[in-house]
Each structure stands twice: as C-alpha cells, then as structure tokens.
C-alpha cells in the first residue's frame, strides 16, 4: 500500500498526555476546562504517534540505546509516491555528510506542497541500526516522511469529512522530520517491528494491513493499527 499513514489519516487513534504550565491566572482557567469535561464527557480524537509511555520508559532519552554501529552509514530509499530512488552515505570520517542529509531532505520532502524540511539525524540513525540488526540489503520502502502542517490540514479534513471527526495527529512528529513511515522488502513487517522496539528509541507503530511500520525519536511506546 502507498497510502498515508494511517496514524495521520484517520485510523485507530491514542491518547496524549499534555504538560500545562499554569501561570497567574491559570488555575481559574484550569477550573473552567474541568468543569466543561464533567458536562461533556465524550473524548475528542487524540493522536496515535503520543500513545502513552510503557512504565518504567517515560524518562528514557529520544534516542536508540543501541547504538549505530561502527563506520560510514549508508542508507537507501525508494519513495513510492514518487517512485524517486536515493542512495547515501550521510555518515562518515566521524560526522553527517552535509551534501547527503540535504539529498534526504529533499527526497523525504512533502511530495504534495513540495516543501523541504531537515530530517533528523537521529531518525536516520534509528533507521540505519535498524538495517544492520536485520541484515536487509534493501532500500526502505517510503510511505510517509515529513509532512507539511498544509498538508495534515488537508489529511485532518479528509478524515472529518469521512468520520464526522478528524482523527487526524494535529501534532505529528511527522510535521518536525522526526517520523517516517516505511518497510524493508526482504524483511517480515513483524521482524522489522519487533527489531524496532527493542531499539527503544522512540515510538513505534504496527500497521499489518497497510503493510508498513510507523518509527519516531519521540518517547517510547508502541501501538497498531491496520
């Protein structure tokens, strides 16, 4: 499938826990939202990509505890919207290779706007461990990269339009390079997800039917979809 994720299209969503700082002022304000909740106890969408943190996950740092392995990092892609190939070496001698990471802005960009965005090294490097833990000598497969907040409102009216809610992720890390979509053709979806997850660098979703994992730097934790 080659559609968008359905994390950030309309598919089975979850919870986020958001921080509130409450200045002067604030606690009147607090006291107003709750007493709206007690009136209107029906949940509104909320976004898959900030499932809540597994016990024990919540503290841990936004980047794989096992580490890239040694040498050059090279990496190959296959966006199947565009159909545009790219290989990569964005690491080496010791640093991130500045004309390769702007070859991968360019080839994750929003294919839609057209609009570029840095893609963050430490999703790259998620994505090169990933490949050496597996062993795949295949490009990944893209589905989705960086997405433009023009384009998740456009996804967030599709989804409202066919639900009656949007249940669309209004903060996806998708918007921020730090999530993609994608799978590797010589290895189980299964096999990719479970190799992701004990990386625990981030978040992790499992989408069967749709043939693709979702992978962030944000906290750890896990869902499915379809």
Same mark, same amino acid.
């Given at each position: 499938m080659?559609?968008d994720?359905?994390?950030?299209?309309?598919g089975p969503?979850?919870?986020?826990?958001?921080?509130?700082?409450?200045? @002067?002022g604030g606690?009147? +304000?607090l006291? $107003?939202?709750?007493?709206?909740?007690?009136q209107? /106890?029906? #949940?509104g969408?909320v976004?898959?990509?900030d499932?809540? @943190?597994?016990?024990?996950? +919540?503290t841990? $740092?936004?980047t794989?505890l096992?580490?890239?392995? /040694?040498? #050059?990092?090279?990496?190959?892609?296959?966006?199947?919207?565009t159909?545009k190939?790219?290989e990569?070496v964005?690491?080496d001698?010791?640093?991130y290779?500045?004309?390769a990471?702007?070859?991968?802005?360019q080839?994750?960009s929003d294919f839609?706007?057209?609009?570029v965005?840095?893609i963050?090294?430490?999703?790259l490097d998620?994505?090169?461990t990933l490949?050496?833990l597996?062993g795949s000598k295949?490009?990944y497969?893209?589905?989705?990269a960086?997405?433009?907040?023009?384009?998740?409102?456009?996804?967030?009216?599709q989804?409202?339009?066919?639900?009656?809610a949007?249940q669309v992720a209004?903060?996806?890390?998708?918007?921020?390079?730090?999530?993609?979509?994608?799978?590797?053709?010589?290895?189980?979806?299964?096999?990719l997800r479970?190799a992701?997850l004990?990386?625990k660098g981030?978040?992790?979703?499992y989408?069967?039917?749709?043939?693709?994992?979702?992978?962030?730097?944000?906290?750890?934790?896990?869902?499915?979809?379809?």
């Amino acid at each position: 499938m080659t559609g968008d994720c359905p994390c950030c299209s309309g598919g089975p969503v979850l919870g986020r826990r958001r921080l509130f700082s409450l200045a @002067a002022g604030g606690v009147a +304000a607090l006291t $107003t939202a709750t007493a709206a909740a007690a009136q209107d /106890p029906q #949940p509104g969408p909320v976004d898959p990509e900030d499932a809540p @943190a597994p016990d024990g996950f +919540a503290t841990l $740092t936004p980047t794989p505890l096992t580490p890239p392995p /040694p040498g #050059p990092r090279h990496l190959k892609f296959r966006h199947l919207h565009t159909e545009k190939n790219l290989e990569v070496v964005y690491w080496d001698g010791g640093k991130y290779v500045w004309d390769a990471m702007q070859a991968v802005n360019q080839h994750l960009s929003d294919f839609r706007s057209k609009e570029v965005h840095p893609i963050d090294v430490r999703l790259l490097d998620i994505l090169f461990t990933l490949q050496s833990l597996t062993g795949s000598k295949e490009p990944y497969r893209i589905v989705s990269a960086f997405r433009s907040p023009a384009t998740n409102t456009m996804l967030s009216d599709q989804s409202a339009a066919t639900n009656g809610a949007t249940q669309v992720a209004t903060r996806s890390l998708h918007m921020e390079g730090k999530a993609i979509d994608m799978r590797l053709n010589d290895v189980s979806l299964t096999g990719l997800r479970d190799a992701a997850l004990a990386l625990k660098g981030g978040g992790v979703g499992y989408y069967p039917d749709s043939g693709f994992i979702h992978v962030d730097i944000g906290p750890v934790r896990t869902w499915q979809g379809t």
